[in-house]
T-cell receptor, first 114, second 111 residues
Framework: DADVTQTPRNRITKTGKRIMLECSQTKGHDRMYWYRQDPGLGLRLIYYSFDVKDINKGEISDGYSVSRQAQAKFSLSLESAIPNQTALYFC?????????????FGSGTRLTVV | GQNIDQPTEMTATEGAIVQINCTYQTSGFNGLFWYQQHAGEAPTFLSYNVLDGLEEKGRFSSFLSRSKGYSYLLLKELQMKDSASYLCAVNVRGGSYIPTFGRGTSLIVHP
């Protein structure tokens, strides 16, 4: 089984719909992140959480919300999806503090908003 | 904020050596990551440089010069499977230590 699992892998949704992307991990890491990736723009941080009671906005949090249900679970919601939220979304985890091991990423969710 | 610059695309021949550069401008620099990402897949960690110099891991090496704000990833004995995007990410001191990613360099290896 993967260390970081994202569901669904692919999703097509209509403008205005609410959608939730889920992420679970077996790494035992406290820190979890949500990124989106667009062609030519690289990875941009949406939200991050350093423990169950900690939620922080990233670079591009508008239009998104998150929930940290447990140490192992971190969900990303789009309350009212719009076409420019079409992107590849990645969940990632890391150890606390400065780590020379980097992030562990999930396999991604490809979201299309029509 | 951080400004990270990488070439958009590079091509190289199987068996050759390629160097992918990354320059950055940031305050509070703490370290620099390199990740590999195959198309449609998750990024995977390659290296993390904190001190100046070259670190070698098999066919891949990463170099850092803190004074010049410069790093490179060196890939030797290129294989077709090395065709991927290579992401440079800068870690800064501060409350969060969350790295900022560059836009990535797409490397195409041809026979």
């Amino acid at each position: 089984d993967a260390d970081v699992t994202q569901t669904p892998r692919n999703r097509i949704t209509k403008t205005g719909k609410r959608i939730m992307l889920e992420c679970s991990q077996t790494k035992g890491h406290d820190r979890m992140y949500w990124y989106r990736q667009d062609p030519g723009l690289g990875l941009r941080l949406i939200y991050y959480s350093f423990d169950v009671k900690d939620i922080n906005k990233g670079e591009i949090s508008d239009g998104y919300s998150v929930s940290r249900q447990a140490q192992a679970k971190f969900s990303l919601s789009l309350e009212s999806a719009i076409p420019n939220q079409t992107a590849l979304y990645f969940c990632a985890t890391s150890e606390a503090g400065t780590s020379d091991r980097g992030y562990t990423f999930g396999s991604g969710t490809r979201l299309t908003v029509v | 904020g951080q400004n990270i610059d990488q070439p958009t695309e590079m091509t190289a021949t199987e068996g050759a050596i390629v160097q992918i550069n990354c320059t950055y401008q940031t305050s509070g620099f703490n370290g620099l990551f390199w990740y590999q990402q195959h198309a449609g897949e998750a990024p995977t960690f390659l290296s993390y440089n904190v001190l100046d110099g070259l670190e070698e891991k098999g066919r891949f090496s990463s170099f850092l010069s803190r004074s010049k704000g410069y790093s490179y990833l060196l890939l030797k004995e290129l294989q077709m499977k090395d065709s991927a995007s290579y992401l440079c990410a800068v870690n800064v001191r501060g409350g969060s230590y969350i790295p900022t990613f560059g836009r990535g360099t797409s490397l195409i290896v041809h026979p």
